[in-house]
C-alpha cells in the first residue's frame, strides 16, 4: 500500500508569500522531511525514494540538466511559446510533473496574476522563485486531493512511462477543471521514424524502440500516449482537441534551420541522457546485466552520430477544453 506524503517545497524568494508556507491541501501538507531527500542509489544514478519505483528516471544534476535542455527544445518547437492552449487571464494553474520547474516558473513570471502549482515526486525545484509559483511533492497517480473546478490550466509534458491508467488520469483532470478550462498534453515517441526509408528494418533503432516500449509494458506504465492523449481526451469528455505534430530529428541531418537545430539539440540530449532514461528500466524491469545494459546504450550512442539515417521521434501537442456547461462526469 502507498503511504501518501504530500509535501510543500518551501519558496524563499518573498518569505511573506501566500504561497510560501500553505498548502491547497490543508492537513495533508507536512514539512519537508528526511525520508524525502533519503534518496536511493543504483548504479551510481540517484533515484527518487518517496514511492520509490514509481519512476524509472534519476533524480540527480545530470538528469536535471537534460530535463532543462528539453525544455529548451519544446520553447524551440513551439517558437517561444510555452504553450498552445488559448488560455485567457488563467488563475490557477497546475504543472503535472513538473520536474525541475522549469516550465512553472515561466508560466509564473509571465502570468504573475496566476498561482502556478507543479508537482512532482521529487524536490529537485529551485527555492527561489516566482512568489506566484509553488512546488508539491506527491504521486499523481493516487486519486487527487484538489478540490473540484479547481485549475484554469492544467499542463501536461513528458509523462510517459508514468502513467498506469491515462483514463484515470484524464478524469481526475477533468474534475479538477473549471468549466471552460484547458488542459494541454505535451508528449513525444520513443521509437525513431523516417519518411525518406533511410532507416531501413534491421536499424538498430527498431531494436531500441521496440526495447523502450516492451519495458515500459512490463513496467505497467506505456510509452505510447504521444499518438493517444487526443482519443483518450475526447473519451474523458473534453471538446475542441486541438492535435499539433513535430519532429525531433535524431540528429543534426536536416537542412531546414529549425529541425537542424532541434536535432543537434536532441543528439546531445540523447546522447548524455539515455543512460538515465533506460537504466532502471533495462536492469531492474527486464533484469538485464549492468554490463548488456551499457552495450545496448552505447550502439544507440554510435548510432546518433550516422547522419545518413534522416530519423526523427514524433510527437504531439494535444489541447482540449472542458465544456463551460459539463454534463454530470
Known amino acids: 500500500m502507498k503511504i501518501r506524503l504530500l509535501l510543500i517545497v518551501p519558496n524563499l524568494r518573498d518569505s511573506d508569500s501566500a504561497y510560501s508556507g500553505d498548502s491547497l491541501l490543508g492537513d495533508d ?53 510555452l504553450h498552445l492552449a488559448p488560455i485567457d487571464s488563467p488563475q490557477e494553474i497546475l504543472d503535472v510533473g513538473t520536474g525541475t520547474g522549469v516550465w512553472a516558473v515561466d ?24 512568489p506566484n509559483c509553488v512546488f508539491e511533492i506527491d504521486d499523481i497517480t493516487l ?22 491508467d491515462w483514463d484515470e488520469f484524464f478524469r481526475q483532470c477533468w474534475r479538477c477543471l473549471r468549466p471552460g478550462g484547458f488542459i494541454e498534453v505535451v508528449e513525444h515517441a520513443v521509437q525513431p521514424t523516417s519518411d525518406d526509408g533511410s532507416m531501413g528494418p534491421d536499424h538498430f533503432y527498431h531494436l531500441w524502440g521496440k526495447t523502450v516500449v516492451q519495458s515500459g509494458e512490463k513496467f505497467g506504465k506505456s510509452f505510447t500516449i504521444w499518438e493517444e492523449s487526443a482519443a483518450r481526451l475526447k473519451k474523458a469528455g473534453f ?27 536532441n543528439q546531445l540530449r540523447l546522447h548524455g541522457g539515455i543512460e538515465g532514461y533506460m537504466l532502471r528500466l533495462l536492469t531492474s524491469t527486464l533484469k538485464w546485466s549492468y554490463e548488456q545494459a551499457q552495450v545496448f546504450l552505447a550502439q544507440m550512442r ?14 504531439t501537442v494535444v489541447y482540449a477544453q472542458k465544456p463551460k456547461s459539463p454534463a454530470f462526469h
Open 143 to 164: 486519486p487527487w486531493t484538489y478540490a473540484s473546478n479547481q485549475f484554469d490550466f492544467i499542463h501536461v509534458r513528458e509523462m510517459f512511462g508514468c502513467v498506469p
Open 302 to 315: 554510435a548510432s546518433l552520430r550516422d547522419y545518413k539515417i534522416h530519423a526523427y521521434l514524433p510527437g
Open 107 to 130: 508560466m509564473a513570471d509571465e502570468h504573475p496574476s496566476a498561482k502556478v502549482t507543479g508537482v512532482d515526486l521529487s524536490p529537485i525545484q529551485p527555492v527561489f522563485v516566482p
Open 29 to 81: 501538507t507536512k514539512t519537508l522531511s528526511t525520508y524525502i531527500t533519503e534518496y536511493r542509489y543504483e548504479f551510481g544514478r540517484r533515484y527518487h525514494s518517496y514511492h520509490d519505483g514509481a519512476y524509472w528516471g534519476p533524480n540527480d544534476e545530470v538528469a536535471n540538466e537534460f530535463q532543462d535542455l528539453a525544455h529548451h527544445m519544446y520553447l524551440l518547437t513551439l517558437d517561444g511559446k
Open 239 to 265: 471538446i475542441g482537441v486541438v492535435e499539433t505534430e513535430y519532429k525531433w530529428p535524431m540528429n543534426g541531418w536536416s537542412t531546414d534551420r529549425k529541425l537542424h537545430d532541434l536535432g543537434r539539440w
